[in-house]
């Protein structure tokens, strides 16, 4: 009598069925991306579903970057993107070939700290500082997205050119909407927001 023996899960064994067929997860390829990170061209190798996110954490070891809900709720992973605000747990690091990104580390000028990091400080914009990054990422892009005429929901009246100088508490608030924060140091951020947004 021949001796046989099955799998006790009644699954794969060595990723094939008793049938043959192959199962399980397949081994996926790492690829290479190259891009530009805080002004230094590099290249990662990454598997296709990796985030930005855990690209820049894990191999890049920016870490100023933070992961909370990793599901684009909380605004704490916030990056630019080629100048643009992105959610960085939302976007695959694959995707980003060629381009710019800048995180919080970037933000700073020869050892001199950007306006609104200066400004977070100055006001008291933070508690326990997770979701500051993401905040500051954010407070410098929605500065320049008024610069660049950008209106919001909050914006009465979208017929006419928007301006820096509309860039009310009421504007600061919606357009920060995205980024949330646990020890609810609101009215401070929003008062750094516009400090930062009235000096540039
Ligand atoms: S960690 Fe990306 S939105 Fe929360
Ligand atoms: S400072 Fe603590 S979550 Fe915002």
Redesign the pocket.
């Known amino acids: 009598m021949s001796k046989t023996w099955k799998c006790r899960s009644g699954g794969a064994v060595n990723g094939k069925t008793p049938g043959g067929a192959v199962t399980g997860t397949p081994r996926i390829d790492p690829v290479p991306v190259k891009l530009t990170v805080n002004g230094q061209t590099c290249t990662i190798t990454v598997e296709p579903r990796t985030t930005l996110?855990d690209a820049l954490r894990d191999e890049l070891s920016l870490t100023g970057t933070k992961?909370?809900?990793?599901?684009?709720?909380?605004?704490?992973?916030t990056v630019h993107v080629d100048g643009h605000r992105v959610?960085s747990?939302?976007a695959l690091a694959a995707m980003q070939e060629g381009k710019r990104i800048t995180t919080i580390e970037g933000l700073e000028n020869d050892g001199k700290l950007h306006p609104l990091q200066a400004a977070f400080i100055e006001h008291d914009g933070f508690q326990c500082g997770f979701c500051t990054s993401g905040q500051i990422m954010s407070g410098v892009a929605v500065i320049e997205e008024a610069k660049a005429g950008w209106p919001s929901a909050a914006t009465a009246d979208v017929t006419g050119a928007f301006s820096l100088a509309d860039l009310s508490s009421t504007e600061i608030r919606e357009r920060m909407s995205g980024n949330l924060c646990r020890c609810a140091c609101y009215p401070n951020i929003v008062d750094a927001v516009a400090e930062a947004a009235a000096r540039s």
């Open positions: 996110l992961k909370a809900c990793d599901r684009g709720e909380c605004g704490a992973c959610l747990c939302m």
